[in-house]
């Protein structure tokens, strides 16, 4: 199965994959990404003294649910059965800067790559939404795919 792309019919329709006959295999997903704050937006997620709460608490839950609502939001994802959902977040001083790295495991017959993704996203965007009051120009950047194994494909590995 190459780099063909495969959700489309014979007619151009769009299609869910059909992997009824794909062999179960252990897949995982890792993605990352960063959002840019200001200096007090920073300081304030780092203290945890942002009015709305413990921001990095709650983009943590919101991302590990978005992981597992995924094929609701993307229309041709399969919905899946993950056995491992987990975000954690870096803060980088120097940068004033929060990145979210998201791991999605299963055994199963398709890939998680889009909930590692989604995971990823939504994370950034809750923390967008909790610091938006004091800071609206944070900037979400550098959204990638940073490993995924499993599968037909085989493993992949992001190279900068």
Do not use: W
């Amino acid at each position: 199965m190459g780099n063909e792309l495969n959700h489309f019919d014979e007619k151009g329709n769009a299609i869910m994959v059909d992997v009824t006959e794909k062999n179960i295999t252990q897949r995982e997903a890792i993605a990352t990404g960063t959002i840019f704050v200001n200096e007090e937006t920073f300081k304030r997620i780092k203290e945890g003294s942002i009015a709305k709460g413990d921001v990095l608490g709650v983009a943590r839950v919101a991302g590990i649910m978005a992981t597992k609502k995924t094929s609701e939001l993307i229309p041709m994802c399969h919905p899946l059965m993950l056995t491992k959902s987990k975000i954690d977040f870096e803060l980088n001083e120097e940068e004033k800067s929060v990145t979210a790295i998201c791991t999605v495991k299963l055994a199963g017959k398709t890939g998680v790559e889009m909930e590692a993704l989604t995971g990823v996203n939504v994370a950034l965007l809750t923390i967008y939404d909790m610091c938006k009051a004091i800071n609206k120009g944070m900037v979400i950047s550098n959204v990638h795919l940073v490993k995924k194994t499993g599968g037909k494909s085989g493993e992949y590995l992001f190279e900068k």
